[in-house]
């Protein structure tokens, strides 16, 4: 099934054209890793997805971003981010304690009951496997946590929302390679229920974790394909260039 | 002839030190002056009094009630419309001319001398709205002057505010006004919070906005309705130092002294919730 349609996508901030006539499609249950060079305009296009770009000033579109058959762009903004959530490059916890984060979107959402609200947390911080760490320090400051649970928690807090897909803009850029080790199981155990894109700098993680991968060079896409195919037989030779490490 | 650029440096620090130290010593020695010669002057009976013949003897209980009013009302007024306009500046308003205009207001607004917004209130308030020369007008003469602090402090608690928070919030799928409610603000308030008090002070010390507006040369009671006039500290003090003669020192001092008080109260109260806030804060 596909998630997302995007065709000939433009994204430009001011002067900055960041991203140049993009198509692909995102299927449903995939992990889909996005790797390419610092301004190669893949975070320009994860932030596309749930429309976190609108945020930028002087920022302009071109083309169709489609979610499930319906422009993003004549969406509730609201409603879209529901069900397209994030996970930013670096643990970022609200300024509340660890439960009041994770029941931060579903309250926001209107969810006000406790019983469920509780139920919702301890859910999400299981599926994040958080939840043995914290059970008994829900009531803590987010701040406590080392970064490796505090991603963690960031992915919980995304969860709680249920969205349909989570996007992951570098969400390991911060971390040691025992907490990465532990976000990318998350990951993988995830897609079972969600569709992943990720957007990553470690080739090697997107391979580890992807299902599909999508090259991107100078804001256009370069290549995209079953990620085996990508590491052992890219098409393109920039591809290759860019995984064996040449460049970049 | 070349300078040692380590003894330029020495003269430098030294100037700037002597600067820091000169300011010390004037505030230092305004404060010890006014406690040295208002403190003996403090009794239970001149704080809960009210003035007697002709000033020269009795309390100042009017007074500092005329002043708290003022305060109360000016912060009420002030308060809501300053903090709607910062969030409306801080989170709303993109940069366009009306923007720029705005904030230029401000800032002239900030400038305009007391005594004008004297004659302001006594122009609006007083005749042109008929509420005759009474707290009401008072505070809200007061209010308009203090509003240029409180907004520029809270736009400032409310920017300080981390960008990212805001992101996460949005991404998570709330609204912008639920981003402001449950994150900005609760996080902007200390701030706020400082910027309001400081306000109040600045309220608490003026004498020109409330001199046509609200303040009676004596009237040793106690209001009964908003309309009423009020004596108030900062006016109470100019009658009896330059309008009535023979007041002795130690009342004048006294007044002083309270006054003075109780605006470095605030400003203290201020410091206080900064300094906790500084040590909670989490980011």
Known sequence: ?248 | MTMNPYRTQRIAFSLLFLANALILLLVGFVVVVIVQKGLPAITWQFLTDVPRQGMRAGGIFPAIVGTLYLVAGAIIFALPIGLLAAIYLSEYAKDNLLTRLIKLAIVNLAGVPSVVYGLFGLALFVVFFKFGASILSGSLTLGIMILPLIITASREALESVPHSFREVSLSLGASKWQTIQHIVLPNAIPGILTGTILGLGRAAGETAPILFTVAAFYLPLLPGSIFDQVMALPYHLYVISTQVPNVDEKIRYGTAFVLLALVLFMNLVAIIIRYKFRMKKKW
């Open chain 1, 1 to 248: 099934m596909v998630i997302f349609t995007i065709d000939a996508l433009d994204v430009r901030f001011g002067s900055v054209h960041a991203v140049r006539g993009v198509s692909m499609e995102v299927f449903a249950n995939e992990i889909l890793t996005v790797i390419g060079p610092s301004n190669s305009g893949k975070t320009t296009f994860l932030r596309m997805l749930n429309r976190m770009n609108d945020l930028q000033s002087n920022f302009k579109i071109g083309g169709t971003v489609r979610f499930e058959g319906e422009n993003i762009m004549k969406m509730d903004v609201e409603v879209l981010r529901r069900k397209v959530g994030t996970v930013f490059a670096l643990p970022l916890p609200l300024p509340l304690s660890i439960f009041d984060n994770v029941a931060y979107g579903p309250r926001m959402h209107g969810l006000h009951n406790r019983n469920r609200l509780a139920e919702r947390v301890e859910e999400a911080l299981k599926s994040a496997y958080l939840w043995e760490e914290v059970k008994d320090r829900l009531h803590e400051s987010a701040f406590k946590l080392s970064g490796g649970q505090q991603q963690r928690l960031c992915i919980a807090r995304t969860l709680a929302v249920e969205p349909e897909v989570i996007l992951f803009d570098e969400p390991c850029s911060g971390l040691d390679p025992i907490s990465t080790a532990k976000v990318e199981d998350a990951m993988l155990k995830l897609k079972q229920r969600y569709t992943l894109v990720l957007v990553t700098n470690n080739v090697m993680q997107a391979a580890r974790v992807g299902d599909r991968t999508a090259f991107f060079l100078s804001g256009e896409l370069i290549e995209i394909d079953k990620t085996d195919k990508i590491f052992t037989a890219p098409s393109d030779t920039r591809t290759e260039d860019y995984i064996r490490g040449r460049f970049g």
